[in-house]
Structures are given as C-alpha cells and as structure tokens.
C-alpha cells in the first residue's frame, strides 16, 4: 500500500555556512525551473527561477545552477541563517502553462 | 504585502460528505490554483482557472471536484464526495499572469476525512 509519509532527504549545516540543494528533473521540454521554500505550518513560497536557456541566475543569498546535460538543479545558500531551516522544493514549468510540477522536497536544518 | 487567504485552517468531514474549501486570492492576481499535499509527500497540481473556467486539471481532479469564482474574490474547491484517500493539506495559489511560476500560496486548508 501507499506509505503514509516518505523520509525528505535531510542537509544539516552550520549558521554561517554555505547550503547547496540539489534536484534532479526529467522533463527536458520544461521552460522555467523554479525553488520553493516551505516553512512548517506554511504553503511554499517562491525563492528564484531560472530559465531553461540559461545556466546560472542569483538572487539575494541565493544562486541556482542548471544543468541541462544531467538534467540537475542546484539551490545555492549563502551564510545560511536560522530562518532559511524549511523544506525546498524544486519545481518546474512549461512555459504557456500554469501548471507546476514539484519535486519530493530536501529538509534544510540549520545548527547554531 | 497581500497575501492569499484560505478558510478553514482545518476541516474534519466523514467520508462520503462534500466540503467546500475557501480561499481568497490577491485581489490583482488573474490565474488561480489548487494543489494538494499529502503529509510528508510533495505537492501536487489540481487545477488552473482562468476568467472563470478551468484552464488545467490533473488526473487527480476527477468528477468529485469543481472549483467556483462565486463572487469577485472567491475561489473555491469542492470536494463532492469524500474518500479518506483526500485527506491531505490543500492549497490555493495565485498569479498575476498566464506561465507565471512565481505563484502565491494561501496557508493551506488540512482536510481530514475519517
């Protein structure tokens, strides 16, 4: 039968440190890629995208990285802080359409 | 800084019942959306609705749902006849513009059905 719950990958880090998350995709024909964040108790909440012709964009703290060859995104975090402990989903997005397709999600867990 | 609203926080129904899940979008956005989280699951795409008819569906959304715009800022789900397998958190979204991938998520309905 159906699991009632699947066990999210789990990053740990250290205040301060860099966080990289990491999402494999499959659908090569998805025009935008997009990170989500998900606080407990809360619905996602967009952090960045990234379009399929590119391979590299940064934001505020954040870069996600694209490769298109291995079909893998990257969620860079610089100086992670005790606020960014969520679960980041990556998504993706054809573009025309409103549909988003998600991921299973990565458990970023800040120590102090 | 606007935000989508979604009413109730949480909805207990037994099976076989209909339920109506409320959400209001940001008063500005176009595009509106449903989608379902099963606890520790990712989330998952329902529908898209666009000048008030379903632009897109997923094979979840079977005849048992609809969605409504009754009024200028409502959205709603219903849920026609529940099964125990809808039990999940269920949010609503919206957008400014069609492809938008910068979606606002409401806080979530947990709909519990026993």
């Known amino acids: 039968g159906e699991s009632v719950g699947l066990h999210l990958p789990t990053l740990s880090v250290q205040e301060g440190d860099n966080s990289i998350i990491n999402c494999a995709y499959s659908?090569?024909?998805?025009?935008?890629f997009i990170w989500y964040k998900q606080e407990s108790g809360k619905g996602p909440q967009f952090i960045i995208d990234?379009?399929?012709?590119?391979d590299k964009r940064q934001g505020q703290r954040v870069t996600v990285l694209l490769n298109k060859t291995v079909k893998h995104l990257s969620l860079q975090i610089a100086a992670t802080q005790p606020g960014d402990s969520a679960v980041y989903f990556c998504?993706?997005?054809?573009?025309?359409?409103?549909?988003?397709?998600f991921g299973t999600g990565t458990q970023l867990k800040v120590e102090l | 800084e606007p935000e989508v609203t979604q009413t109730p926080s949480h909805q207990v129904t037994q099976m076989g019942q209909e339920v109506i899940l409320r959400c209001v979008p940001i008063?500005?956005?176009?595009?509106f959306y449903w989608y379902r989280q099963i606890l520790g699951q990712k989330v998952e795409f329902l529908v898209s609705?666009?000048?008030?008819?379903?632009?897109?569906k997923s094979e979840i959304f079977d005849d048992q749902f609809s969605v409504e715009r009754p009024d200028g800022s409502n959205f709603t789900l219903k849920i026609r006849s529940t099964k125990l397998e809808d039990s999940a958190m269920y949010f609503c979204?919206?957008?400014?513009?069609?492809?938008?991938?910068?979606?606002?998520f409401g806080p979530g309905t947990r709909l519990t059905v026993t």
């Open positions: 659908n090569s024909a998805s025009d935008y």
């Open positions: 979204a919206s957008s400014e513009e069609v492809g938008a991938h910068e979606q606002y």
């Open positions: 008063s500005n956005h176009l595009y």
């Open positions: 609705f666009y000048n008030n008819e379903i632009s897109e």
């Open positions: 990234i379009r399929s012709n590119m």
């Open positions: 998504a993706e997005n054809m573009g025309g359409g409103n549909k988003l397709t």
